[in-house]
């Protein structure tokens, strides 16, 4: 019958799409995704006409002509497992194209693996993220400011969409403090456009994470030790820094890759004697009547597996037509990572100048540093393998040591601040049952040419997904 010879038909269409989808990961191509459903839509149209227009039509009823109606139905419940059968495939198609299944997590263009996944997926939408908790004793000498604390830090989404393979949206949304009502805050740390267009050669727009250090790109828990992030990477390096700009970014040669950005410069009204950190703008209505300048490279030698070497710099006129002299702002840092087997060593150093320092020192009341630098060393082992060979998870005890100074030089008649200058000595673990999760503790000395602050214990966890 007719019926019979379309159902067939169209049968061997859906096994042929189905063959040619199930051939490879993905196809090579969204377009093509949607030509498959496209395809796929009109058949089960076409069937589902069919369908009813059999169920509609009446056979007269005689012993033979019984017979054949009893044919016809047996025809009908094959079409409409046939038809049940389309529709399912053709949704599930549709929903891969906006769900994709889960990837690896790894990073990509300098980004988290959280950050990454849109990176990752095939097509359409991309949803991560991460979180931390931490807990928080002064061990002694407490002062009356240092109160023993639980704090929900962070809880961070990740949204992207995959438009086209060379076009991608990245976000990142943090909530911090777990409220707004107690300090807390709710900001949009990342909120880019990438252009693919070769791998020499990439564009982004948008709010973008300044490529300098270890942590400002990459600061999901699992990937740096212990429950703070480094001090270094916070007063001197002021992270989470971010701010509105557009830039490139690729690989010269497979081994050396880059990051450029002009971005909105800092607010240099905003300095304090605990550094530029207070200058950084987050791209909240941000004066721009001063821009900066931020690049980067990172050198990972093939012969050298595991190791890296990179350097970064920031350049820019923080003023904002706010003083009648210039407020030029310097950072410059370079570090090295190798990791090797069980080994994990970082080390970095920085250093920053700000012009005119004296100016801003009148301004605020207060010193700010002409000068500033941080210097951090950092080594863990995974000791998990020696103990139980085979296994998959991480245990890794650690040491940092760091050195900083927000004020290391002071403009003429201005007073250095003894207590800006800081050692501060880190022991402690992270343990991860599985590459997502990670349980921390440590414990940490500060010390100050003007005293030493209270040891504090931390223990917390973190995730990313």
Request: charged residues 20%; hydrophobic residues 40%.
């Amino acid at each position: 019958m007719n019926v019979g010879k379309q159902s067939l038909a169209m049968c061997a269409a859906l096994l042929l799409a189905s063959n040619a989808v199930n051939a490879a990961d993905k196809p090579p191509t969204m377009e093509e995704m949607w030509k498959i459903i496209e395809a796929q839509q009109v058949q089960l149209d076409a069937m589902k006409k069919s369908l009813e227009a059999s169920q509609a039509s009446t056979v007269a009823v005689d012993s033979e002509e019984g017979h054949a109606q009893s044919l016809t139905n047996a025809e009908l419940k094959e079409l409409e497992h046939k038809t049940d059968a389309l529709t399912e495939v053709v949704e599930t198609m549709r929903t891969a194209l906006v769900i994709p299944e889960e990837k690896e997590l790894k990073s990509s263009y300098g980004l988290g693996p959280a950050a990454s996944k849109v990176y990752q997926v095939d097509q359409g939408l991309s949803i991560g993220g991460y979180g931390e908790v931490n807990f928080q004793t002064f061990v002694d000498d407490k002062g009356p400011d240092d109160k023993n604390n639980a704090d929900m830090e962070r809880l961070v989404l990740y949204v992207g969409y995959k438009f086209t393979d060379s076009i991608i949206f990245n976000s990142e949304i943090e909530f911090e403090h777990s409220s707004t009502a107690k300090g807390g805050s709710v900001s949009v740390e990342l909120a880019t456009l990438d252009f693919l267009l070769d791998p020499m050669l990439n564009v982004r727009a948008g709010m973008v994470l300044l490529p300098m250090g270890f942590i400002n790109q990459i600061h999901e828990p699992p990937f740096f030790f212990g429950n703070n992030r480094p001090e270094v990477e916070r007063a001197i390096i002021p992270s989470t820094w971010r701010e509105i700009g557009v830039g490139l970014f690729g690989e010269i040669v497979p081994d050396l890759s880059y990051t450029m950005y002009a971005v909105s410069g800092l607010k240099g009204s905003n300095f304090s004697s605990d550094g530029i950190r207070g200058g950084r703008q987050k791209g909240s209505k941000a004066i721009n009547e001063d821009m900066a300048f931020v690049g980067r490279l990172d050198y990972a030698p093939a012969a050298l597996p595991g190791v890296t070497f990179g350097t970064s710099a920031y350049l820019g006129n923080s003023g904002q037509d706010e003083f009648d002299v210039d407020v030029f702002t310097q950072l410059y840092e370079a570090h090295v990572e190798w990791k090797y087997r069980g080994l994990e060593f970082r080390t970095l150093g920085s250093w920053g100048h700000v012009s005119n320092a004296g100016v801003l020192s009148a301004e605020k009341g207060e010193t700010i540093g002409s000068s500033n630098y941080g210097v951090y060393t950092e080594i863990g082992y995974d000791v998990l393998p020696l103990i139980l060979p085979g296994t998959t998870q991480y245990l890794a005890p650690f040491f940092r040591y760091e050195k900083l100074d927000t004020i290391a030089t002071t403009a003429d008649g201005y007073m250095d601040d003894l207590s800006k200058e800081q050692d501060i000595f880190q022991v402690g673990f992270n343990y991860k049952p599985i590459p997502q999760v990670v349980i921390k503790a440590d414990y940490r000395n500060r010390q100050t040419k003007a005293g030493t602050k209270p040891d504090e214990f931390n223990i917390g966890f973190g995730f990313i997904f």
